[in-house]
């Protein structure tokens, strides 16, 4: 075993390589050979191959010293307007040398994420050094990006993996890696990481690890039930049994200890509320609360605060279905 | 001194008693027993004025001889008033009924309860003989605190008319604070009057000094700047304060906690936070008390952001009056129910603690030496906030706990630093963002270090991880 992480030893390095998104990966290939690419937007879920499309497309275009050419920024990490002031001017101001391709590549992962005076400030840059720079933005949901930009772009918009695509891709890195994959095994891994293809490499290699290259359905669960997922249903159940305080505490140590970002606990709760075993209407009530939660938390509320009146709501509702 | 630049306590001192707020029946008894004396010298002498600080004493002798047009001479506690130096300031005066000009004159011996046994030597006893032959009125003005103050002034208190001061009530300050803000051309808002007033527990003086605090050079007060006041008296140690707060039956009463704990609101926050599930055992009584406290959280928010301070006074209702006013069903039992749940929990035969309330919180004390057991034993009640007392073999569960954020905070900060340098190296190396790699990769990562040496240490050297970053990652958490 070597090559550290599998989703990355296995991500594709070309365009070619590309096993699904054939549409757009067709319309990249002939960017790459006009030579030319206008700013790009790609849309979609995650790990379903936005930033490979664009790495493999960096590739393709300039070849194996492609690093010397593009500038990869995450907008969750480099927040703000500061950010785009330098970083991405002093990049895009400098014509890219020794190369037949007359411009560099810059890649805003999470583009959505930037704050609405932050993309005005990126639109303007854009437009400026169009001439020794392209833009790729990439995010989740077009709509979190302002018009003008989308106006400035061509939009790909990047499709979940389908069941198919993603069982074999699971399988063909487990046969490579000397892995026995049992078919409930692949079932786990789908049911668990939908079409995210990053998600179920990990999973898979993490469950390799724990069983000695054994994997099926009960390996894919243990390692399920140690990550945040796991966690944050624990808390559910500790809530919606009236043990407010123990879930609290671990709700602090997701919070603190674990270093988890509050949205992304309360999807989790949200998608755990869906799944658990209540009746129908009690989902809707919950899914009501949740939503309130969410939007306060944008408003700049404190995670810990809301999320623990959200719990004690888990409690009431525990007891009333009790009744 | 103009009236501008007097103090504002001095300033709307009042000039006759209809002015005097509140103690109407006190006044009564006072003006009657002055009045008594255009008949010729009454029984009783003098008038001994007694009550708490602030509520008009000695106003009210001053506006009296105002309003009867008497000439008052004044003993106060920056006299000496030893026997000698009395006999010489009033002795006198005490035998003289009008003064050189005509007017009719009345003693006012002042700040009674500063005369002191031994710089003042003789001074009660000498005061006590003034009264005796006085052929003018005499008024005595003293601050009662606590008990026995009258026992030394046996002498006086038997030659006195006794008439007691009771604080201001809330209305007549009200309407009092009203008039002075009119007369300054300022404007309060009600709230922050009202907080001025309710504050200051009916010490009229202190008010003014606090509406002068924050009134000065402002066009118009809000309830922030009263909130921000600094409480000059009595300041509740926290758990006390909270103790008040839970057993709150209006939101005057809950409210109050805000100024006399001796702790920022944020950080009572954080107390009300981290003791309102002990406190609410109900769940409903819960789901209501968080609430408050999240919609508390949001008031701060907006304040904050809008930079609209006066916004504060809506946080501050909803954590206190809108969690003290949620507990309606629980039983209020929390600590010792807290204790008995967890002792339950631990597989010991019934009996084997004894669980009692005491003044410092709930004890815990094991009928027997626990061995080997005490320390699992002593890790589940430290984890409540207990603390094990070395004599009388016992824990202590104090009623309320402090925030254990900052505790925490601060136990995992190498932890926390670990992690974000890893997320760093894990960011890059997946092109993924920092927070991905905590909520998403790290965890999946942990799981592969613990679970397969040989994977750990590619992975290791291929995030190029140093020696004490792999080993947090191999740790079980």
């Known amino acids: 075993m070597s090559g550290g992480m599998w989703a990355e030893k296995y991500r594709p390095q070309t365009l070619d390589e590309m096993v699904n998104q054939t549409e757009i990966v067709s319309r990249l290939m002939n960017f790459v050979k006009d030579r030319n690419l206008p700013h790009l937007l790609f849309v979609g879920p995650a790990g379903v191959g936005k930033t490979t499309s664009i790495l493999a497309l960096a590739r393709d275009l300039y070849g194996s010293g492609y690093r010397n050419y593009i500038l990869e920024l995450n907008a969750s990490d480099e927040r703000g307007i500061n950010v785009i002031r330098e970083k991405v001017k002093n990049f895009a101001r400098t014509a890219a040398i020794s190369s037949d391709v007359p411009f560099k590549i810059l890649i805003m992962d999470e583009a959505d994420s930037l704050t609405s005076a932050a993309q005005h400030a990126l639109r303007r840059t854009m437009e400026i050094y169009t001439r020794t720079c392209r833009f790729c933005l990439i995010g989740n949901y077009s709509e979190n990006i302002i018009e003008p930009i989308q106006s400035r772009c061509s939009i790909f918009r990047f499709g979940p993996l389908s069941e198919g695509d993603m069982k074999n891709w699971v399988t063909t890195i487990a046969n490579k890696e000397g892995v026995n994959l049992f078919e409930e095994g692949v079932e786990a891994i789908y049911e668990a990481a939908q079409g995210d293809l990053r998600k179920a490499t990990n999973l898979l290699q993490a469950a390799a690890a724990t069983q000695q290259g054994e994997v099926d359905d009960v390996t894919i669960y243990t390692v399920l039930g140690k990550v945040s997922p796991g966690k944050v249903r624990e808390m559910i159940n500790m809530g919606l049994k009236g043990q407010f305080l123990d879930a609290r505490e671990m709700l602090r140590t997701l919070l603190i200890d674990e270093g988890l970002a509050a949205e992304d606990i309360i999807r989790i709760v949200y998608s755990e509320v869906l799944r658990l075993g209540i009746p129908e209407q009690w989902k809707v009530k919950l899914s009501d609360t949740i939503g309130e939660v969410d939007y306060r938390l944008t408003q700049g509320a404190r995670p810990e605060i809301q999320l623990s009146a959200l719990i004690a709501k888990l409690a009431l509702v525990g007891e009333e279905m009790g009744r | ?477």
């Open chain 2, 1 to 477: 001194m103009t009236a501008e630049s007097q103090p504002w306590s001095n300033r709307f001192r009042p000039c006759c008693l209809a002015d005097v707020a509140g103690n109407q029946s006190a006044i009564y008894q006072l003006r009657s027993w002055m009045r008594s004396w255009e008949k010729g010298p009454p029984d009783q002498r003098a008038a001994f004025l007694f009550g708490p600080p602030g509520v008009g004493k000695t106003c009210s002798v001053v506006a009296l001889a105002n309003d009867l047009d008497y000439d008052l001479l004044e003993v106060n506690a920056s006299d000496y008033r030893t026997k000698k130096r009395l006999e010489g300031l009033v002795g006198r005066a005490s035998l003289q009924t009008l003064t050189i000009t005509g007017r009719r004159r009345m003693i006012l011996f002042d700040e009674m309860e500063g005369v002191s046994g031994v710089e003042d030597r003789g001074g009660i006893s000498s005061i006590a003989s003034i009264i005796k032959e006085s052929r003018v009125p005499v008024v005595l003005v003293a601050t009662s605190t606590g008990e026995k103050w009258e026992d030394k002034f046996r002498p006086l208190v038997d030659l006195s008319l006794l008439i007691e001061f009771h604080p201001v009530p809330f209305g007549d300050m009200i309407r009092r604070l009203q008039d002075c803000v009119k007369e300054l051309g300022i404007s309060v808002d009600m709230d922050a009057l009202e907080l001025l007033a309710d504050r200051s527990e009916g010490d009229l003086r202190s008010t003014l000094n606090d509406l002068e605090a924050v009134a000065r050079g402002k066009k118009r007060v809000t309830l922030e700047d009263v909130e921000s006041l600094s409480d000059r008296d009595r300041k509740d140690y926290t758990p006390d304060a909270l103790m008040k707060l839970f057993s709150a039956k209006s939101l005057r009463d809950a409210r109050r906690i805000v100024s006399s704990t001796h702790i920022g609101y944020d950080d009572l926050y954080d107390w009300i936070y981290e003791n309102l599930p002990i406190v609410l055992d109900d769940s409903s009584d819960l789901a209501k008390g968080m609430e408050a406290l999240a919609r508390a959280d949001i008031h701060q928010s907006r304040a904050k952001s809008t930079q609209e301070y006066r916004l504060l006074k809506y946080m501050f209702n909803e954590m206190t009056g809108g969690v003290a006013l949620s507990k309606t069903r629980s039983e209020g039992a929390g600590v010792i129910k807290q204790a008995r749940t967890k002792i339950a929990t631990l597989g010991f035969p019934p009996g084997a603690f004894t669980v009692t309330e005491t003044a410092e919180g709930v004890e815990i004390k094991p009928v027997r030496y626990l061995g080997q057991d005490w320390r699992r034993v002593n890790s589940v009640f430290r984890g409540m906030g207990a603390q094990w007392m070395r004599e009388g073999g016992r824990w202590l569960l104090p009623y309320f706990r402090p925030p254990q954020l900052i505790w925490r905070y601060r136990r995992t900060w190498h932890s926390r630093r670990r992690l974000r340098s890893v997320a760093a190296r894990v960011a890059e190396r997946c092109h993924i963002s920092s927070k991905e790699a905590v909520s998403e990769v790290i965890p999946l990562i942990r799981v592969m270090f613990q679970g397969d040496k040989a994977m750990a240490e590619n992975i290791s050297s291929w995030l190029e991880l140093e020696k004490k970053e792999a080993d947090w990652l191999k740790r079980e958490t």
